[in-house]
């Protein structure tokens, strides 16, 4: 017969005894106070008939659930199993494995975990293991898997379980090596990205010198060029200061010469008028002579001259006193004879 049958006949068996045991000390000790009630009687009787509609409930959500198992429709497996109050151990390793067909191996370790029995057969105790293990392998929880195995070969020499564990192994293996190989990959990477961060900076290192240095290029070329113009601004300050101070000292020359030759001018003015009133003086004082002798002769004349008229004398001083003015004056270019003058009165001035 199949393992469920089996496990339903047990479970039925046990639930029965169980069950008819308690209705029957509970009867036992109603008839001992009432054994001519009708009340015992009915309570008896809807015991038995409850115990054996449950039962009877039970039995067919197996039977409904082997059969959907069997037809590969889990989802209505499982709800069949769902709808059963009291679970057992078995029934918890039948849903471990319609969790298992459908895929959810998830839920399929909870129950085959639910499902461990230490009371059970050595088959079954290998069997929940075998499934479990599978379970495990499918999630890729290979160590788990592998742990699975291991304890379920204890209890049975099974060629599948051995075949199972040793594909584990060598997934194991396998695993272990590619993660080796990713770990040695990464290693590489983290070298390589290592050495070209240190090529990255080395080149940075590089071109950051050479940028100082081009930057310290820069800055001295316009160092050398701002002191080149300071140079030059000073050169030319310095210059035109030279020039302002050749100017001022060329117009304190020119001015000096040109007050030296002012002054010359105004000596050489005052040394002519100087000259001049020099000369007019001694001019006024050779006419004063030249009059002090002509008085003298004139007096010598006079006194040679016997004594002249009044009018003889006014003659001859007024031709004294014209001749004087004809001296300072210019000659005029015609002179009349003033001995034509005719006085008509002698006491009228002659001029």
Known sequence: ???MVLNFLSIFHDRFTFY????????????SAMEDSMIYKLILFISI????????????????????YEAKDYDKALNHYKNIDNKSKELSYDMANSYYKKGDYKNAIREYNSAKDDKASNDYKASRL?????SYLKSKDIDNAIKSYEEALKYKNDKDTQKNLDIAKKMKKKREEKKKKQDKKQQDKKKQDKDKKQQDKKKQDKDKKEQDKKKQNKDKKEQDKKKQDRDKKEQDRDKK????????????????????????????????????????????????EEANKGEKNDKKEQAKVPKLSKKEKFKKQELKRLMRKLNKEKMPSIMYQATNLKRKDSNEKPW
Request: proline share 1%.
């Open 20 to 31: 008819l045991t308690t209705i029957c000390n509970i009867s036992k000790k109603l008839m």
């Open 1 to 3: 017969m199949p393992l």
């Open 49 to 68: 008939l409850s115990i054996s509609n449950s039962s009877i409930i039970d039995f067919k959500e197996i039977e409904d659930a082997k059969k959907n």
């Open 241 to 288: 200061e030279q020039d302002k101070k050749k100017q001022n000292k060329d117009k304190k020359e020119e001015d000096k010469k040109k007050q030296n030759k002012d002054k010359k001018e105004q000596d050489k003015k005052k040394q002519n008028k100087d000259k001049k009133e020099e000369d007019k003086k001694k001019q006024e004082e050779k006419k004063k």
């Open 130 to 134: 075998h499934n479990l293990g599978n």
